[in-house]
């Protein structure tokens, strides 16, 4: 069964890093796009951004891009989503989400990782 | 960013009913709309895509409609399973945004 296994929950304090993972399985990891979505019981479900685990390639929305960094390693089948300086605003549960093109420019999540807590309180 | 308006917010069905949601783009997308149901402390799961396209294992009461603007989702015959958020979505241009969710509550 194709899996996405994210790490566990994390509470953290303003200022300080963080990297969650999300860990593929039973599918070549390095064929699809990989991507965030953050979910707030005030913005609902919103996009960060996706990654290319074959060559690393990013992209983000404009409302996330400088605020977190996507990446991967291939090796061991994983994307990260981190932060360098966490806000009390990052609060949220974190999916990661596996994407598919179903034509040339249109796109749909297929399978969606477990989701990781992320509690940023002082 | 493109703007996605679901209606009604919330909806109240008993088993066996049939309900249909709505969703609103602020700008055409032609057919590039995605469906997903999410249940309490779970992930979403892809029900439709590109507006119609049932996703494969995915029961047949489920379908969707519409192109360009507005768009609909329809459930035929509820099964209590079926009682969660339903969440649209927009594939047609970066970044992907959803609409504020339909939670479906039984009567």
């Known amino acids: 069964e194709v899996q996405l296994v994210q790490s566990g929950a994390e509470v953290k304090k303003p200022g300080e890093s963080l990297k969650i993972s999300c860990k593929g399985s039973?599918?070549?990891?390095?064929?699809?796009?990989i991507g965030w979505v953050r979910q707030t019981p005030g913005k609902g479900l919103e996009w960060i951004g996706i990654?290319?685990?074959?060559?690393?390639?990013?992209r983000y929305s404009p409302s996330f891009q400088g605020q977190v960094t996507i990446s991967a390693d291939k090796s061991i089948s994983t994307a990260y989503l981190q932060w360098r300086s966490l806000k009390v605003s990052d609060t949220a549960v974190y999916y990661c989400?596996?994407?598919?093109?179903?034509?040339?420019?249109?796109?749909?999540?297929?399978?969606w990782g477990n989701g990781t807590t992320v509690i940023v309180s002082s | 960013d493109i703007q996605m308006t679901q209606s009604p917010s919330s909806l109240s069905a008993s088993v066996r009913d049939r309900v249909t949601i709505t969703c609103r783009a602020s700008?055409?997308?032609?057919?590039?709309l995605n469906w997903y149901q999410q249940k309490p402390g779970k992930a979403p799961k892809l029900l439709i895509y590109?507006?119609?396209s049932l996703r494969s294992g995915v029961p047949a009461r489920f379908s969707g409609s519409g192109s360009e603007t507005d768009f609909t989702f329809t459930i035929t015959n509820l099964q209590p399973e079926d009682f969660a958020t339903y969440y649209c979505?927009?594939?047609?241009?970066?970044?992907?945004?959803f609409g504020g969710g339909t939670m479906l509550e039984i009567k």
């Open positions: 039973e599918y070549t990891f390095t064929d699809y796009w």
């Open positions: 990654v290319f685990p074959g060559d690393a390639i990013t």
């Open positions: 590109a507006a119609s």
């Open positions: 700008q055409s997308i032609s057919k590039s």
């Open positions: 989400a596996r994407h598919v093109a179903y034509s040339r420019s249109s796109w749909y999540k297929d399978v």
């Open positions: 979505q927009q594939s047609y241009s970066s970044p992907p945004t």
